[in-house]
């Protein structure tokens, strides 16, 4: 069973930047998609980014409130996953998580449900 664990979140301001890391452990990540997801105080986990496989090469998918401003990657070397967050902003404050699941099905898995593994999570603030 794969154990994840986040890192790198913080207190930023406004405009500013942030890469969190997701390092596995317990077996490699080839062959797993993995998601980025957030919560907010009294909101629903959310969305944030894929990075899935797609039978030729890794795919990415992005929710509407970060693309263009977020990157996720991911280094099977390292057994990580990163999400590069740039130009923050105060509604990006959330707690972040990073999830896992085995490669198959949909190329681009953006539901919670479809992630059967999940780290602890790492808070980001964005103060205004």
């Known amino acids: 069973q794969v154990q994840l664990v986040e890192t790198g979140g913080g207190l930023v301001q406004a405009g500013g930047s942030l890469r969190l890391s997701c390092a596995a452990s317990g077996r490699t990540i080839t062959g797993l998609d993995m998601g980025w997801f957030r919560q907010a105080p009294g909101k629903e986990r959310e969305f944030v980014a894929t990075i899935n496989w797609g039978g030729v090469r890794y795919y990415t998918s992005y929710s509407d409130s970060v693309k263009g401003r977020f990157t996720t990657s991911r280094d099977n070397a390292k057994n990580t996953v990163y999400l590069q967050m740039n130009s923050l902003k105060p509604e990006d404050t959330a707690v972040y998580y990073c999830?896992?699941?085995?490669?198959?099905?949909?190329?681009?898995?953006?539901?919670?449900?479809?992630?059967?593994?999940w780290g602890q999570g790492t808070q980001v603030t964005v103060s205004s």
């Open positions: 999830a896992a699941t085995i490669v198959g099905g949909s190329t681009y898995k953006t539901s919670a449900s479809l992630y059967n593994v």
